[in-house]
């Protein structure tokens, strides 16, 4: 395995590390993410990413009951969490940035998790409603307080970023050290374009997901649509129509074809074209077979055989690659 800072600070991440969305405590078995964990930890993969609302709190109850029961040294592995929708519910207070449910949400994951602190925190969405004080102190309190270790966002813009770095400098706080934004081939402008200056300056570390756009990006659907898939699942059709569209299969068809030149297989191309990126601090990987996640796992090898050349053939395909900044 090859570990990787988290940005600037004095955390270390392996390159590959493991999800729970739609998976744990919903589209697989107990038994079946237990299976993922002990082929991720002995792969050492050493990050476990979860959030209150990944099947509404129970991804975080079965991530946490497989903890217990493996009873690894807790200080060998990583786990997050991530506050702003709750559990699901809609009443006021029951989700959102506040310190009220920041608070509350910690002391879920933590119950849930059956852990005594989460490394990883999460704002899992910005909160237009709430001062970004309030989130900034909540957060600072968290980690006084033991329970929380270190603190980022995900899917904040930039400026949301700079602003909560701002806050925190200003009023002496500790402030958000990572951000986990989606990142794949399709999706590219955050990574690539707008978090240039903050990982340049201000040293943000990356826990990239979706990396293989729900799958789109395995190839598995380029001939027909198989059973027993994402996009197939009932009450998920938002996430087909979103990824299974001709321009992206037509695109996928082309990148497989180079995945066949450099014999090595497509997820394995996808995965090993996001960890080129050394902005990307790890590459968050969902499974719902632990063959996935075994062959998922080989694209820590397939970067070496990525040149330059090869992302420029790609960059070709995809015709989305973001305009730099000038500097
Ligand atoms: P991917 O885009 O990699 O999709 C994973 C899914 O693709 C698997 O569950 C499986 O689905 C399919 N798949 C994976 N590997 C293979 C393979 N080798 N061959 C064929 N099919 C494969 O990642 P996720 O969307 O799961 O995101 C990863 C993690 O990122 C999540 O678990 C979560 O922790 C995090 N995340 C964070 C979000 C945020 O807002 N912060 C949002 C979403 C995710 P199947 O077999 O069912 O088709």
Known sequence: MEYRKLGSSGLQVSALSLGSWLTFGKLISDAVAEELMITAYEAGINFFDNAEIYARGKSEIVMGKILKKQNWD????????????????????????????????????????????LDLFFCHRPDKNTPIIETVWSM??????????????????????MEAHLVAA?????????????YNMFTREKLEKEFLHLFRHHGLGTTIWSPLASGILSGKYLNGFPDDT??????????????HRDDLLDKTRKLKIIADRLQTTLPKLSLA??????????????????????????????????SDAILQEINLILGNTPIQPEY
């Open 74 to 117: 807790r200080s060998s592995y990583l786990v997050s969490s991530k506050v702003f929708f709750g559990l699901g519910d809609a009443k006021p207070n029951q989700r959102g940035l506040s310190r009220k449910h920041i608070v509350e949400a910690c002391h879920g994951a933590l119950q849930r998790l059956q852990v005594e602190y």
């Open 140 to 161: 600072h309190n968290l980690i006084q307080q033991g329970k929380i270790l270190y603190w980022g966002t995900s899917e904040w813009d930039a400026s949301e970023i």
């Open 170 to 182: 200003q009023n002496h706080l500790i402030g958000p050290v990572v951000e986990q934004p989606q």
């Open 230 to 243: 994402r996009l197939g699942a009932e009450g998920l059709e938002w996430l087909k129509d979103k990824w």
């Open 273 to 306: 074209w996001c960890l080129k990126n050394p902005n990307v601090s790890t590459v968050i990987l969902g499974a719902s077979k632990v063959s996935q996640l075994q062959e998922n796992l080989g694209a820590l090898d397939t970067q070496t055989i990525v």
